[in-house]
């Protein structure tokens, strides 16, 4: 029981307690590698360090092409809801973070019809608000994702090996498994019988010992 890794165990927890964990957010990282013509989701999350405290947040998305030296803004999320703030997105941008909330922990952004100019680097920012009793509290939070736009999702030859050889190993080891299980079940059918044979042997030994036994036991007692 010891051996079980934690996060096997929160996963468990969080099965049999589903609702406490709903809520639960973690930082997982952006993928990096769109593929151009299609789109893409760009992740950006920031986790409330005080989930209980009450939050409100906006957000801004800023980007540097590959090569260039100045980011420009290009998308902000706040009171008034989304804007694409560049031309160079124009209708290209769509919110996938947070939703019917201001408490805004995911601020990911989805980009419809990704072109190779898409490539570089984007910088989202947090500005939180904790409002505690008797204060507020603010906090910037900022995430950088470089983003390569690919002709074809590509997939590392590595990636394809291990795939291929999780599956021969899957299928090796179910055989393995079945040759095995064959194996001592005719083993054990075999030892069984054996025993069967060798108890009734003992049983015969015993009867025979025992009336020894008591054949001596006559003798000496007389
Ligand atoms: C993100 O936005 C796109 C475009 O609106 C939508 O198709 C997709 O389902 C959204 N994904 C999530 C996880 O919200
Ligand atoms: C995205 O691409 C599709 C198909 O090529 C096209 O119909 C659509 O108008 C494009 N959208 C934008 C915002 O460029
Ligand atoms: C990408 O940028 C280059 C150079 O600025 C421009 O010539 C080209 O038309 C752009 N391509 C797209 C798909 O926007």
């Known amino acids: 029981m010891a051996a079980v890794p934690p996060l096997l165990l929160i996963a468990l ?10 809520g639960a957010c973690a930082e997982v990282d952006s993928d990096t590698e769109a593929v151009a013509g299609k789109g893409f989701k760009i992740g950006c999350i920031s986790c409330k360090r005080r989930s209980e405290v009450e939050g409100s947040a906006t957000v801004e998305w800023y980007f540097r092409p590959d090569g260039e030296s100045d980011f420009l803004l290009i998308y902000s999320y706040n009171e008034n809801g989304p804007t694409i703030e560049h031309n160079f997105f124009e ?4 919110w996938n973070g947070s939703k019917r909330s201001n408490d805004i922990q995911d601020a990911s952004i ?16 947090f500005y939180r608000t904790l409002t505690y009793d008797n204060y507020e509290f603010f ?17 590392g030859t590595a990636s394809i090996v291990s795939e ?6 899957i299928i090796g080891l179910q055989l393995w498994l079945l040759i095995e299980m064959i194996y001592c ?3 054990i059918a075999a030892a069984g019988e054996e025993a069967l044979r060798e108890a009734a ?12 036994d008591n054949c001596a036991g006559v003798q000496v007692g007389e």
Do not use: Q
């Open 91 to 94: 209708d290209r941008i769509d």
């Open 13 to 22: 927890l969080c099965g049999l307690f589903a609702p406490r964990c709903d």
């Open 185 to 187: 079940y005719r083993k």
């Open 201 to 212: 042997n003992a049983e015969y030994l015993a009867i025979a010992s025992e009336s020894k």
């Open 110 to 125: 989805y980009v419809l019809n990704v072109t190779f100019n898409d490539s570089g680097t984007y910088r989202c920012f």
């Open 164 to 169: 291929v050889m999780m599956y021969v190993s």
């Open 139 to 155: 906090d910037t939070v900022d995430k950088v994702v470089h983003l390569t736009v690919v002709a074809k999702a590509t997939r």
